[in-house]
């Protein structure tokens, strides 16, 4: 089964720092770019960050630029999202999930999520 | 940035009903569209890729139309599983952005 379960969110304080991970089982994760989506409570879906199979290409929302690093450990299945200097409006859900269909992609599977809450 | 939005914001529906929901991009994307199924705490499911080709196992009552700018996720027989929240993303360029979604509840 085609598997990918979140991890690593919780309460944090402006400022402050996260890491996210994401465990991958059941997709080739190594074939696969990978990418980070979130959801702000009461609010819409927004992609955050993407990244290729060995790590040279990364993409990021304007928004936490400089602030969020995307990785991946190809041998332990697991997709990272570093998060620093947190803000208020970057409390959300996290999601990753997998890139599927080149450049014009889709994604599938996604995780269940993990939240993140930025509050003194 | 290509703007994503999608009508309408909600709406009730009692099962068996045939459901629409539209989303237009703010400019064409030829038919790089997708359609997600988000429930509470649930990972969000594909429905449709590029505007109509439906994803493996999910049900035929689901289907995707459109090209350019304007595109139509319809849902017939409306089931009690498919009370939930919808959502397009356009593939076509960087950041690959989503309408503000489409809550579908039980009347």
């Known amino acids: 089964e085609e598997q990918l379960v979140e991890s690593g969110g919780g309460l944090v304080q402006p400022g402050g720092s996260l890491r996210l991970s994401c465990a991958a089982s059941?997709?080739?994760?190594?074939?696969?770019?990978m990418t980070w989506v979130r959801q702000a409570p009461g609010k819409g879906l927004e992609w955050v960050a993407s990244?290729?199979?060995?790590?040279?290409?990364?993409q990021y929302v304007d928004s936490v630029k400089g602030r969020f690093t995307i990785s991946r450990d190809n041998a332990k299945n697991t997709l990272y999202l570093q998060m620093n200097a947190l803000r208020g409006d970057d409390t959300a859900v996290y999601y990753c999930?997998?890139?599927?269909?080149?450049?014009?992609?889709?994604?599938?599977?996604w995780g269940q999520g993990t939240l993140v809450t930025v509050s003194p | 940035d290509i703007q994503m939005t999608q009508s309408p914001s909600s709406l009730s529906a009692s099962v068996g009903d045939r459901v629409t929901i539209t989303c237009r991009a703010s400019q064409s994307i030829s038919t790089y569209l997708n359609w997600y199924q988000l429930k509470l705490g649930k990972a969000p499911k594909l429905l449709i890729y590029t505007a109509s080709s439906l994803q493996s196992g999910v049900p035929s009552r689901f289907s995707g139309s459109g090209s350019g700018t304007d595109f139509t996720l319809t849902i017939n027989n409306l089931q009690p599983e498919d009370f939930a929240a919808y959502y397009c993303q356009q593939s076509y360029s960087t950041p690959r952005t989503f309408g503000q979604g489409t809550r579908v509840e039980i009347k």
């Open positions: 999930a997998r890139i599927v269909g080149g450049s014009h992609y889709w994604l599938d599977p």
């Open positions: 059941g997709i080739s994760f190594s074939s696969y770019w």
């Open positions: 990244m290729n199979q060995d790590g040279s290409e990364k």
